[in-house]
């Protein structure tokens, strides 16, 4: 096991933040008290409000306000009504940028990882410092990271050719 990431990870930028995620361990706490440690495999780097392919381009709602605050909390958001999608807020207040799980050891794709945790409305903007339910730890570093285009985001014109996907 090792330690739980510190808020300084979080509070840097977003491209700092996410391809420094693959291999680390997302530990979940879960209500009858087990706790699992998931390898992080795939996540997304979504930029502030000038990524036209981020939630906080279209300015701050009650659905982005938490990634508007300070890096090292949660956020969650419902898609299709079912799968709940688990993004890392980076950066200082008002950066507005998080980091998307897409992937963890065993459940490829972001609407698995929300259900193999059991992600709800409740984890919105709790903290990854003193969560006693999720929380981030370093682990071994990991050989190679790749790079590729963002996924499901064709919509954003040249954001979307951003290599801000990275995967083990």
Known sequence: MGDRLPLDFFLRDVLDVAPALPGKLLVR???DGRVERYRITEVEAYRGVEDRACHASKGRTPRTEVMFGQGGTVYVYLIYGQYWLLNLVTGIEGDASAVLIRGIEGFPGPG?????????????????????????????????????????????????????????
């Open 29 to 31: 706490q879960f209500n």
């Open 112 to 168: 698995r990882v929300g259900r193999e945790l059991q992600l709800d409305r409740s984890f919105y903007g709790e903290s990854l410092i003193d969560s006693q339910r999720i929380w981030v730890e370093d682990a071994e570093p990991v050989s190679e990271i790749r790079t590729a285009k963002r996924i499901g985001i064709e919509y954003s014109g040249e954001w979307a050719g951003k290599l801000w996907r990275f995967y083990l």
